[in-house]
């Protein structure tokens, strides 16, 4: 679920009350298909915490029916150098105590 106008049609991430393109107090979470594309992204080596596990990767990813929205998240379920721009990826939700999570895989 992504908030979109409902006057203007413009989404809005993360939420707000109101759009951020035209102002409008009309805006109402929607539903999105969780697929996107990796706009950016790289590979974090260093260990912040005893149990982290490394590598991993940090990517920007434009949603496919949301283009104006990029969310910063982890590429998971692959190894860290299959990763490349332009990949497709579906969302998936990882629960940590309580918080749901929305990482992504990489399509195909």
């Not at 706009?39 to 149990?51: G, L």
């Not at 332009?86 to 990482?103: K, T």
Request: with cysteine; charged share 20%; glycine share 6%.
């Amino acid at each position: 679920m992504i908030h979109q106008c409902g006057d203007c049609g413009a989404r809005t991430h993360p939420p707000r009350q109101f759009c951020r393109h035209c102002q409008s107090e009309n805006i109402a979470p929607q539903p999105v298909s969780g697929r996107g594309t990796i706009d950016t992204f790289t590979v974090n080596h260093q260990k912040w915490a005893p149990d982290m596990e490394v590598p991993f990767v940090i990517a920007r990813v434009r949603l496919d029916d949301a283009p104006d929205v990029v969310l910063t998240t982890n590429i998971v379920g692959c190894p860290v150098d299959a990763v490349d721009l332009d990949d497709p990826v579906q969302v998936v939700f990882e629960e940590q105590d309580g918080i749901w999570y929305p990482l992504f895989e990489r399509l195909g």
